[in-house]
Structure formats: C-alpha cells, structure tokens
C-alpha cells in the first residue's frame, strides 16, 4: 500500500436518532442524507485510481461504500478489525450515556453488559490497519467508523487516544500516506502497551 484514503460511512438511521450500534448483525443502514453523503463521497473520489476498498462489517459501512462506488469493479475487503466499539449494556441506547461514562472511565475499563474497553478497541484497529499496510494494492480507501478514522487522524498530528475526540464528518475522504500511516500504528500500539487518556481539545 502506498496511499489510504479513509472516510466514516454516512449518517445512518440511528446514528441520526443518537443510538449506539456497535452490533454489526443488527440492521442499520443509511439515511437519505447519508445516501446523499456517500454519493457526495464518490464524485470527490471519481479521479481518483482506487485500487482496494476495504469496510467494517457493519451495514452502514458497507452501503457508503456501494455507493461511493458505484460503477467501479472495485476490490473489497470486509475487517471485522475495524467495527465500531462494543457497547455492552449501552447497546442500543443513547450515545450521551455512553459517552458520558466512557469520560469518568479509564482507557482499560471495559463497558458493563460484555463491552469493549477503548484500548482493546484500539488494539483492534491497529491491527486492521496492520493488514492494511500489507496490502499489495497502491490506493486502498477504508470505510470504516469515527473512532478508527479519528484516532488514526489524531495519530498522525502526534496526539494519543483521549477520552473525548472530535467528531468525523459524514463520509468525508482524508488521504494518508502509507508513511503517515505506519508512523500513526506505531503511536497507538505504543499507547496500547501503556493506555493513559491525554488531555482533550
């Protein structure tokens, strides 16, 4: 791999409600906007060669995707690495709620009900992306989720995980180089061996 572009999916029917999915065998697809997103997504792409797309295995993912690229005979590839976070007993329920415990938890703390813990989860990505820098393919766009996409991004500007990050825009294409890319994995498996959440903002 030479070059990634990375992108969340587009808004989809419960992240529009602010429900938490983190199941991937539970239906939810995209919105009209979000169609509308992803289809935006695809005319900023249509110069560019795309070699490989590869997507989480949630629904809303994989349909930005279809749609995005829409037309081409487009390789993809499915990483389970890259699914959004576990809720546990969130699943399902408001994202604040989540949100708000995740802020008064450390990195390591698993969410009640069967949940991940944020450095488990980034554990995971960086594995996901790990396959991805193997790949043969010269331009691989991920479509993926907000957390893989943000902590990636705040990876590359030299910033760890943190316990509160910015938001992802909708279906918006960020391009990283495989150098970049290999400098952000190193960062977060570095954090991962010793999880402290930075200061946000």
Same mark, same amino acid.
């Given at each position: 791999m030479r070059r990634a572009v990375l992108a969340r999916h587009g808004e989809s029917v419960l992240s529009v409600l602010?429900?938490?999915?983190?199941?991937?065998?539970?239906?939810?697809?995209?919105?009209?906007?979000?169609?509308? +997103?992803? +289809?935006q997504l695809g005319r900023d792409l249509e110069a560019e060669r795309?070699?490989?797309?590869?997507?989480?295995?949630?629904?809303?993912?994989r349909e930005t995707a279809d749609i995005a690229l829409e037309g081409r005979e487009t390789p993809r590839l499915v990483l389970a690495e890259l699914n959004d976070i576990r809720f546990g007993e969130f699943e399902g329920g408001a994202l604040t709620d989540y949100r708000a415990w995740a802020h008064t938890h450390g990195?390591?703390?698993?969410?009640? !009900? !069967?949940?991940?813990?944020?450095?488990?989860? @980034?554990?995971? #990505? =960086?594995?996901?992306?790990?396959?991805?820098?193997?790949?043969?393919?010269?331009? @691989?766009? =991920?479509?993926?989720?907000?957390?893989?996409?943000? #902590?990636?991004?705040?990876? =590359?500007?030299?910033?760890?995980?943190?316990?509160?990050?910015?938001? =992802?825009?909708?279906?918006?294409?960020?391009?990283?180089?495989a150098v970049e890319l290999e400098d952000?994995?190193?960062?977060?498996?570095?954090?991962?061996l010793a999880p402290l959440w930075r200061a946000s903002g």
């Open positions: 602010g429900r938490t999915n983190g199941d991937p065998s539970l239906a939810c697809g995209l919105t009209e906007a979000g169609r509308a +997103q992803a +289809q795309i070699d490989l797309c590869v997507t989480s295995e949630f629904e809303r993912a990195p390591e703390e698993p969410a009640p !009900g !069967g949940g991940d813990s944020r450095a488990q989860t @980034v554990a995971r #990505y =960086v594995s996901g992306y790990r396959t991805i820098l193997a790949r043969p393919e010269e331009t @691989v766009l =991920v479509v993926a989720h907000g957390l893989p996409v943000r #902590y990636v991004l705040d990876a =590359v500007e030299c910033r760890n995980p943190a316990a509160a990050v910015a938001q =992802v825009p909708y279906a918006e294409a960020f391009f990283i180089s952000a994995v190193k960062r977060l498996e570095a954090w991962v």
